[in-house]
């Protein structure tokens, strides 16, 4: 079965965060954790969840890059967007029509846009 990425855009400006979203209205934010909580046990019901997580704002994270003789750290994304990733899915479905209904799910539980993907096939092992 496909492993498919659902990932959550934010807008780089707002950089939200669960800090930021104790500003939100009690009552709204908790009827969002509901529904993510029942889209999350829909998932894992349909043997479709692998596994899913949120990200800190690309502000917390440092690139890395080893692909000189010393490696460089800096501080802060490899990129600067006007999005950046700010959680995701990782779910297994049996083609792209029944991610995209999941994903259908999710951003209505969210009320936000989410990007579904393939995740690329593994090679098969040689078997010499």
Known sequence: MTQYFLSLPHDSAEEPTMESMQEMD?????EIFAAVDGFNTKLKNDGAWVFA?????PSAATTVDATGDTPILTDGPFVEAK???GGF???E???LDAA???AKLGSKALQSRIEVR??????PQDES
Do not use: K, T
Not at 26 to 30: H, V
Not at 53 to 57: D, E, V
Not at 118 to 123: G, H, T, V, Y
């Open 89 to 91: 899915w990782i779910i």
């Open 100 to 102: 995209l209904e999941y």
């Open 26 to 30: 009690p009552a709204a934010l908790q």
């Open 83 to 85: 999005e950046y990733l």
């Open 53 to 57: 997580g949120g990200l800190h704002p």
């Open 118 to 123: 393939p995740l690329q096939e593994e090679r």
């Open 93 to 95: 479905a049996p083609d």
